[in-house]
T-cell receptor, first 111, second 116 residues
């Protein structure tokens, strides 16, 4: 089966750095994506890792280790507006090509 | 605004009634997905279309649920004989397909269904 695990909630202060981990169990896996969802809003795409290593996009970076079935999203210089839920998602090519989401991590940024 | 629109934004219905939701994807996107999301959970896959063809339907989806995408553009999701357990946010997403293994989904704001 396929499952993703991520912490249910994380709290950090403005200006800090926070790492949200995601572990997955799968076979037939293309890559790891991250989505952000503000309260009451739609999920929006943040990043994608197909290969091992770090992908950087501004204050956000995402990392993948295929050998460890593990990835993380790194948020730097946290701002209040980063308070949201963050979902890791994996794309399975042996599942007809659909994106499966984790349960989400609720990030609260405090002043 | 991602360009994916869903209608209605909210729907309140009584148990046993039928409901239908509509999704208008980004016009050039050939893939369309339906997900369901409950509070504190991630989006749960329901079904998806490649153009007008429904390619996969979740095993979790009972036969009370049906989706169509008749001309490969907009899609409808119908729930017959609604149950209280159907109460959730129903999200539609579209994409232009996979590129180098990545498929970027654009989500609509969803239809919040409440079954009383």
């Amino acid at each position: 089966g396929q499952s993703l695990e991520q912490p249910s909630e994380v709290t950090a202060v403005e200006g800090a750095i926070v790492q949200i981990n995601c572990t997955y169990q799968t076979s037939g896996f293309y890559g790891l994506s991250w989505y952000q969802q503000h309260d009451g809003g739609a999920p929006t795409f943040l990043s994608y890792n197909a290969l091992d290593g770090l992908e950087e996009t501004g204050r956000f970076s995402s990392f993948l280790s295929r050998s460890d079935s593990y990835g993380y999203l790194l948020l730097q210089e946290l701002q209040m507006k980063d308070s949201a839920s963050y979902f890791c998602a994996v794309y399975y090519y042996n599942q007809g090509g659909k994106l499966i989401f984790g349960q989400g991590t609720e990030l609260s940024v405090k002043p | 605004d991602t360009g994916v629109s869903q209608d209605p934004r909210h729907k309140i219905t009584k148990r046993g009634q039928n409901v239908t939701f509509r999704c208008d994807p980004i016009s050039e996107h050939n893939r369309l997905y339906w997900y369901r999301q409950t509070l504190g959970q991630g989006p749960e896959f329901l079904t998806y279309f490649q153009n007008e063809a429904q390619l996969e339907k979740s095993r979790l989806l009972s036969d009370r649920f049906s989706a169509e995408r008749p001309k490969g553009s907009f899609s409808t999701l119908e729930i017959q004989r609604t149950e209280q357990g159907d109460s959730a946010m129903y999200l539609c997403a579209s994409s232009a397909g996979r590129s180098e293994g990545n498929e970027k989904l654009f989500f609509g704001s969803g239809t919040q269904l409440s079954v009383l």
